[in-house]
């Protein structure tokens, strides 16, 4: 086994005698280095918790037919919707992130994100509700948790967990692990959704010739930058570049909210990050400008 995780630029150091167990889901490659246990007995827990991943592609996925995030993309305004537990989570921390990142963060950008990356819309949204002359701009859901209902309000934007819903795929991993006792590890989902469970010995290191940063046992790390995936980065507050070089790297309780804090800090200033991380104990972030140089805010990358 590799002794690191590597991602453009950066690297998750591994401490020996890890099992890997990879699982394609999602668009892309989950990979799953456990410890703690006989191998067989990890291979095991890794394929109940792959099981779980793909439950919740069915579910969350924006290129699905059936998945609950495309029944809600193709419900007309006034609608209401049914879904699982799962999608009012990912729909809540959605709200959470883009409150505390001032709307920096949108899981409303998939319309915009396929035009962005000059895609073909998907068949099952190529009849979906397009906004009308007098749509304005405002919330584009109801959750109503309580009963597990969502309503429309108006058509338009379009719901693309993206980023989110794997770093939330890693963290319900995580969970299904736990229940299996497997407590020391460390899962990835490409090279951006990362989550550790715990034990010791994560390093991260940026660029070639700099420092490791000491990572906590569990953690939930997201990085985000057009070098992952050109064209993900959509900013609905108003119109304007993004620096192509520019990259992130968040850490957090959960992949999840490190997934969306990670995309909303390609978008905001050297102020409001602070801001955001003196705001918020338990976050950090890391941002690599155009030229390389680093800037951190909140321990360990402070």
């Known amino acids: ?77 006034g609608a209401e ?3 699982s537990p799962n999608t009012l989570a990912c729909l809540e921390l959605a709200a959470e992130a883009a409150r505390l ?4 963060f949108d899981a409303f950008t998939g319309r915009a994100a396929i035009a962005a990356k000059q895609q073909e819309v998907p068949l099952h949204l190529r009849h979906a509700p397009s906004p009308g002359e007098t749509d ?24 693309d967990l993206g980023a989110l819903g794997k770093g939330y795929a890693l963290d319900a991993a995580a969970a299904v692990l736990q229940e299996w006792a497997v407590t020391e590890g460390f899962l990835s989902a490409g090279g951006s959704s990362l989550r550790g469970l715990g034990g010791n010995g994560w390093q991260l290191e940026v660029g070639a010739s700099a420092a490791s940063i000491p990572l906590p046992g569990a953690f ?9 995936q050109p064209g ?20 957090a309780p959960s992949a999840a909210l490190a997934d969306a804090l990670s995309t909303a800090a390609m978008l905001l200033t050297a102020t409001q990050l602070a801001e955001l991380i003196r705001s918020q104990p338990g976050l950090a972030l890391l941002v690599i400008d155009a030229q390389g140089r680093r800037q951190g805010y909140g321990p360990p990358f402070a």
């Open 136 to 159: 304005v701009p405002g919330p584009v859901f109801s959750l109503h948790p309580e009963s597990g209902v969502i309503r429309k309000l108006r058509a338009g934007p379009w719901l």
């Open 220 to 228: 939930g790390l997201g990085a985000s930058g057009f070098l992952f």
């Open 1 to 77: 086994m590799s002794p690191s995780a590597p991602l453009p630029d950066l690297r998750i150091t591994l401490p020996p005698g890890l099992t890997a167990v990879g699982h394609a889901a999602m668009a892309t490659e989950f990979v799953l280095h456990l410890g703690g246990h006989d191998p067989a007995y990890l291979r095991q827990a890794a394929v109940e918790a792959g099981r779980e991943i793909d439950r919740l592609e069915e579910t969350l996925s924006f290129y699905r037919e059936s998945s609950d995030v495309t029944r809600l993309n193709r419900a007309a305004p």
């Open 81 to 83: 919707v049914s879904v």
């Open 101 to 104: 990142t001032g709307g920096a």
């Open 232 to 251: 993900h980065i959509i900013d609905a507050r108003a119109t304007g570049a993004v620096s192509a070089a520019k990259r992130t790297v968040a850490l």
